[in-house]
């Protein structure tokens, strides 16, 4: 777990609780966690669901993996490490959000059990709710798409005896236990997903 390494800190609390950040919003912050394989439909779905809640006149926004490597964590690669410090990072920015009352999305392939069960605990223990939503597409549905052109590369580098540490080819996924909701995007469109995820919000209290 990473530490804090700066001395002579205090956390300071505000005078504006989270429940009247609520009342003013008229929704309950959360973190809807997309995780799956590249080209699996997450950011597509987190930006189709977004659109629908501010139309619906919901405060909801997207932290998209390749955004966010454009900024905040532009320092990182695609080692295991950097994988673990990328997620942990994310983590932090959308407890941050979802306390501050937004519906946050975030979509990240973020292939490791443990990193995304310690972003949930983060949660937890923060008393926000986080929603982990695992895009179940097949790997063969994922890479038929293709939409970057990554498992192309992917598969080239691994015929060459190279490898790149791709996610699906020749580095693992691994699968949550158990997600709040599970979606394969082979058979279900993002529209149809969207109504499934603002039932759901619907359902948990977190949209009045």
């Known amino acids: 777990m990473t530490e804090i390494r700066a001395t002579n800190i205090t956390w300071h609390e505000g005078h504006v609780t989270r429940e009247a950040r609520a009342r003013l919003l008229k929704q309950k912050g959360a973190t809807l966690w997309f995780t799956g394989l590249s080209g699996s439909g997450k950011s597509t779905i987190a930006y189709t669901l977004e659109h629908a809640l501010v139309e619906r006149g919901r405060l909801a926004y997207v932290l998209d993996g390749d955004n966010i490597r454009h900024g905040l964590n532009k320092n990182l690669g695609f080692s295991a490490a950097d994988r673990e410090e990328n997620i942990r990072r994310i983590g932090e920015v959308a407890k941050l959000f979802a306390d501050c009352g937004v519906i946050t999305l975030t979509s990240f392939i973020s292939p490791y059990r443990r990193d995304r069960d310690r972003v949930r605990a983060l949660h937890v223990e923060g008393k926000l709710p986080f929603v982990e939503i695992y895009m179940s597409t097949p790997l063969e549905t994922c890479e038929r798409r293709d ?57 948990q209290g977190l949209l009045e």
């Not at 190279?162 to 279900?188: C, K, R, S, W």
């Open 147 to 203: 939409p970057k052109g990554l498992y192309k590369k992917a598969r080239a580098a691994v015929a060459a005896g190279q490898g790149m540490g791709f996610t699906g080819v020749d580095d693992p996924y691994e699968p949550p236990l158990n997600p709040e909701i599970t979606i394969d995007a082979t058979h279900t469109s993002p529209q149809e997903a969207t109504i499934i995820l603002l039932e759901y919000l619907q359902k």
